[in-house]
């Protein structure tokens, strides 16, 4: 990969056929070398280059040696590698140097699903199965491919503290989470879903690290004090030093994608990317994935999550836009849940009526440079050049549910005839459609915020932060505590449901949903056809018409 | 002009034939009056609407009363108007309602000079002439355009505290200073440049409001706590409730044109304008001042400073740009001036190249995503779509020639054979040319940093602050002290110089070249020809080629 996109220095361990190279970014250190744990203790030394990259090689003496090491800076401190691709014993200690047995085969890109032909199924790892590992995903998927999805989205598997997280408390980028079962857990299930024709995005997290350790100070201005954002210190994409910065991250997706054949990216939030350069690193990450692609004769989508409700970032180039593939509509859920709940706490406020779902149907946005009341201030733009292909909706989430005062599932919220209508409503939108674990069946175990942190502090302030989250919504009310392993057992899902009473109806219902969806052009996003939408407020009537 | 514009609401006091309108937002305010001092002591009771604008109407029982006013905030405090006319008295006492005679009358827009013709001559009204005023300097309209300037661009006049300031510490945007001749001086001299077919620009402050005397925060959320410029608070632009204070800078541009005749706005700094909206306020900005025009059928340029080097910021809409008219570039200066006085300090260390000034010439960015060392980033974009009718260069400024250790013009750093060079190399570039009052002649006098303010802390701040500036520059050396008189009084230009010696003769080199210029279309923007440059930087040969 090292020469297929110009300028981007691959950082980490990289093993060759006869030799691991070292390459970390550490501009002001004045000494870095690498300390090997394994095979044997010794420390080697590294050279800095112009860039400020401190390089090394060490030579491989057998075959698939366990190779562990930490970088030793100024000769005095010693932490993992930034770009660690495996933490065995967590975000502590040391880091192992991967040495898979083959790069993946790239398949036969033109057999995998087009971005506007994706029904996503967004799961987490953890609680998708009673094990939480990649592994026991894999008899489920042939399950799922029988539903109908054809992509399924993995929250974020970057190593965080503790067993237990959704992932967006990832330290380590390049790291898979080891007890998911690690990157050879994940290649594994990459491999089963390409074999089955099933895509897989990968949520990543470019706009924060956790809180917990994060060493990536220690070796260079990876954060800036110039913005903050609601998770912590923000990454330097456009203060002194931040070209580098970018190499990191924009190698970090060419890494997801040359090493395990990922197909598409979810960028966590890009609101809280904080950039006021010329060209800006979102930007930067969507033209070097297409001069990537371009050299490899490959396909890959960057799929964005964003509040800003700016369409620009989903805009060709032509257009002034960034280019990036497609965003995460929130509007379509808003105005949705706003409706069938009857919600009107937080920013549920700006939503309720069929007015606003008729214009999330015709447009995606809804706040479209209108006033919001939640947001006090006139909020987001026409999406007037965006075709439906580039929206992903859906009517829950991890965030929808998962950021819930009790994680209640809609099967809590509405009854069993209105999951089926959700169900319609979401998959006849001729957007993309996205489910959430367990929503096809009707779950009812809650989907709740867990952490799983070493310092006692720290849990403490991440219950009392999820607190003030919630007073927006819910007042004072006590709400389940995220820092216990009940709270992560409790939001295991129970798959086998899906056979049984209700549950195996409404599972039925979204398979007839994702076929009928199949068979008629008209409803898929290729079309890109507004449906003329008919309602009436009073009446409680809607109704949308493709023609 | 209250129906001009839709949806911008006129604030502050507002005369019609027998009334007076006050309006001023206070969305949090219980209680609102006008406390008014003259014509009679009395207290008017207000009316808050829904956006959180207070109205109140005072009838005027004779004609041109002097009417003077504070705003009594939750019957506790009192406060000039955010929105004042004049400051009769300075930064922290009474309001004064101004009624003009007439309102301007729009003369015929044709006859004015269009922005790529513009030959632009900024001036500090303090230091101009030694009254310090715009009546001062109307007596030497007439030579300037002998000159071969066809419009004078104003620093800014918006009240700031004590008689002294480069106006970058206004408070009251819609009040011009009272020191200068207030708004009564400013039509006279504006009335005066448009029957000599000379337009105005004038500079405006939209990103930060100085430290004394700002009270706005005592109405309403003007500031925001998301982001720090240099100079203070960050505006609120984009956070809650910043759609009332878009209107109140909006409604400020518009007021310029309409009460003023103000032809082009300078928008200072607009990189400190944080801004993360879909829709940005300079976006809207220039939409609402293209509204205007299109109504009144009349011509309006907004020109920005910004060290982005984005040039979506003057691309047109249909590019996916912001479509502001012109902006100043930077870039021409530093190359032109590294190179020629040899200086490599501060920003100067990207510049001093022959190779650098080649590029100025070609596309105004030099920096256009080149690495910069100074900034230790990657920085700018290329303005493949820009005119050079919208880039606007010089060989000196207020700021390139003031922020200086000790306020040096080029005449002081320089030979008189390169001053005649320089002029050449600025007016025959193929950009809009901008020359900062005395270059014409050589002026030897500097151009210092001053401020007036009454808090002693605030003058020690300023002093402290200025040195810190200009540590990058020139480390712990002393320089002149921006807090007293007689900084103030050696800046002040001495324009009989013209007429004298070699300065007479600069001034004529000047004037021969705006006239080739005036004569040959091909080293005007119009044109939009990229000069062929041949350099040979060990010969120290430049030269360049409009064909």
């Given at each position: 990969?090292?020469?297929?996109?110009?300028?981007?220095?691959?950082?980490?361990?990289?093993?060759?056929?006869?030799?691991?190279?070292?390459?970390?970014?550490?501009?002001?250190?004045?000494?870095?070398k690498?300390h090997?744990?394994?095979?044997?203790?010794?420390?080697i030394p590294?050279?800095?280059?112009?860039?400020?990259?401190?390089?090394?090689?060490?030579?491989?003496?057998?075959?698939h040696q366990?190779?562990?090491?930490?970088?030793?800076?100024?000769?005095?401190?010693?932490y993992?590698?930034?770009?660690?691709?495996?933490?065995?014993?967590?975000?502590?200690?040391?880091?192992?140097?991967?040495q898979?047995?083959?790069?993946?085969?790239?398949?036969?890109?033109?057999?995998?699903?087009?971005?506007?032909?994706?029904?996503?199924?967004?799961?987490?790892v953890?609680?998708?199965?009673?094990?939480?590992?990649f592994?026991a995903?894999?008899?489920?998927?042939?399950?799922?491919?029988?539903?109908?999805?054809?992509?399924?989205?993995?929250?974020?598997?970057?190593?965080?503290?503790?067993?237990?997280?959704?992932?967006?408390?990832?330290?380590?980028?390049?790291?898979?989470?080891?007890?998911?079962?690690?990157?050879?857990?994940?290649?594994?299930?990459?491999?089963?879903?390409?074999?089955?024709?099933?895509?897989?995005?990968?949520?990543?997290?470019?706009?924060?690290?956790?809180?917990e350790?994060?060493?990536?100070?220690k070796?260079?201005?990876?954060?800036?004090?110039?913005?903050?954002?609601?998770?912590g210190?923000?990454?330097?994409?456009?203060d002194?030093?931040?070209?580098?910065v970018?190499?990191?991250?924009?190698?970090?997706?060419?890494?997801?994608?040359n090493?395990?054949?990922?197909?598409?990216?979810?960028?966590?939030?890009?609101?809280?990317i904080?950039?006021?350069?010329?060209?800006?690193?979102?930007e930067?990450?969507?033209?070097?994935?297409?001069?990537?692609?371009?050299?490899?004769?490959?396909?890959?989508?960057?799929?964005?999550?964003?509040?800003?409700?700016?369409?620009?970032?989903?805009?060709?180039?032509?257009?002034?836009?960034?280019s990036?593939?497609?965003?995460?509509?929130?509007?379509?859920?808003h105005?949705?849940?706003?409706?069938?709940?009857?919600?009107?706490?937080?920013?549920?406020a700006?939503?309720?009526?069929?007015?606003?779902?008729?214009?999330?149907?015709?447009?995606?946005?809804?706040?479209?440079?209108?006033y919001?009341?939640?947001?006090?201030?006139?909020?987001?733009?026409?999406?007037?050049?965006?075709?439906?292909?580039?929206?992903?909706?859906?009517?829950?989430?991890?965030?929808?549910?998962g950021?819930?005062f009790?994680?209640?599932?809609?099967?809590?919220?509405?009854?069993?005839?209105?999951?089926?209508?959700?169900?319609?409503?979401?998959?006849?939108?001729?957007?993309?459609?996205?489910?959430?674990?367990?929503?096809?069946?009707?779950?009812k175990?809650?989907?709740?915020?867990f952490?799983?942190?070493?310092?006692?502090?720290l849990?403490?302030?991440?219950?009392?932060?999820?607190?003030?989250?919630?007073?927006?919504?819910?007042g004072?009310?006590?709400?389940?505590?995220?820092?216990?392993?009940?709270?992560?057992?409790?939001?295991?899902?129970?798959?086998?449901l899906?056979?049984?009473?209700?549950?195996?109806?409404?599972?039925?219902?979204?398979?007839?949903?994702?076929?009928?969806?199949?068979?008629?052009?008209?409803?898929?996003p290729?079309?890109?056809?507004?449906p003329?939408?008919?309602?009436?407020?009073?009446?409680?009537?809607?109704?949308?018409?493709?023609?």
């Amino acid at each position: 990969m090292n020469n297929l996109v110009e300028n981007i220095i691959p950082v980490g361990a990289i093993p060759s056929s006869d030799e691991i190279h070292f390459t970390v970014w550490g501009p002001f250190l004045h000494d870095c070398k690498v300390h090997l744990y394994e095979p044997q203790e010794t420390v080697i030394p590294m050279e800095k280059n112009k860039r400020g990259y401190w390089n090394s090689v060490f030579k491989i003496t057998e075959h698939h040696q366990k190779i562990t090491y930490k970088y030793l800076i100024n000769e005095k401190e010693e932490y993992p590698d930034p770009a660690s691709r495996y933490q065995p014993f967590g975000v502590h200690e040391r880091s192992e140097v991967i040495q898979f047995d083959n790069t993946q085969n790239p398949q036969d890109y033109s057999l995998r699903p087009k971005l506007e032909d994706y029904v996503i199924y967004e799961l987490h790892v953890g609680t998708f199965t009673p094990q939480g590992t990649f592994e026991a995903i894999i008899p489920r998927i042939a399950k799922l491919k029988d539903l109908g999805v054809n992509s399924i989205e993995i929250m974020p598997v970057a190593q965080f503290p503790g067993k237990r997280n959704w992932g967006y408390d990832g330290v380590y980028p390049f790291a898979v989470q080891n007890s998911y079962g690690g990157p050879w857990g994940l290649r594994k299930l990459v491999n089963h879903c390409h074999q089955m024709g099933i895509a897989v995005i990968l949520d990543v997290v470019y706009n924060h690290l956790g809180p917990e350790g994060n060493y990536l100070s220690k070796f260079g201005p990876y954060f800036t004090s110039k913005y903050k954002t609601p998770w912590g210190e923000a990454i330097n994409y456009d203060d002194a030093f931040c070209d580098e910065v970018r190499n990191y991250f924009i190698y970090n997706a060419l890494y997801w994608f040359n090493e395990f054949d990922i197909d598409a990216l979810r960028l966590d939030a890009i609101h809280a990317i904080y950039d006021e350069s010329a060209y800006l690193f979102l930007e930067e990450l969507a033209d070097k994935v297409k001069e990537y692609d371009l050299k490899t004769n490959q396909t890959h989508f960057l799929i964005v999550e964003s509040d800003r409700n700016d369409p620009r970032f989903i805009y060709p180039k032509a257009e002034g836009g960034y280019s990036l593939h497609a965003q995460w509509c929130d509007d379509f859920h808003h105005a949705l849940h706003a409706y069938i709940t009857g919600e009107k706490n937080g920013y549920y406020a700006d939503f309720g009526s069929l007015a606003q779902l008729a214009k999330a149907y015709q447009q995606g946005y809804v706040m479209d440079g209108c006033y919001s009341s939640y947001r006090k201030r006139k909020h987001g733009r026409k999406p007037q050049k965006a075709n439906r292909g580039q929206l992903i909706v859906f009517s829950q989430n991890h965030d929808q549910v998962g950021n819930r005062f009790r994680g209640e599932r809609l099967s809590i919220l509405v009854s069993f005839e209105e999951l089926k209508i959700i169900a319609a409503l979401t998959l006849f939108s001729g957007f993309i459609p996205l489910l959430f674990m367990g929503e096809e069946y009707g779950e009812k175990n809650p989907f709740c915020y867990f952490v799983d942190h070493g310092d006692p502090a720290l849990l403490q302030a991440v219950r009392e932060g999820r607190k003030r989250e919630f007073q927006a919504f819910y007042g004072d009310q006590d709400g389940y505590d995220p820092t216990i392993e009940e709270t992560f057992k409790k939001s295991i899902i129970q798959w086998e449901l899906h056979q049984k009473d209700k549950h195996a109806l409404l599972w039925s219902v979204y398979k007839e949903c994702l076929t009928l969806r199949k068979k008629l052009k008209i409803l898929q996003p290729l079309s890109n056809i507004s449906p003329k939408v008919y309602f009436n407020e009073k009446e409680k009537i809607f109704s949308f018409l493709f023609e």
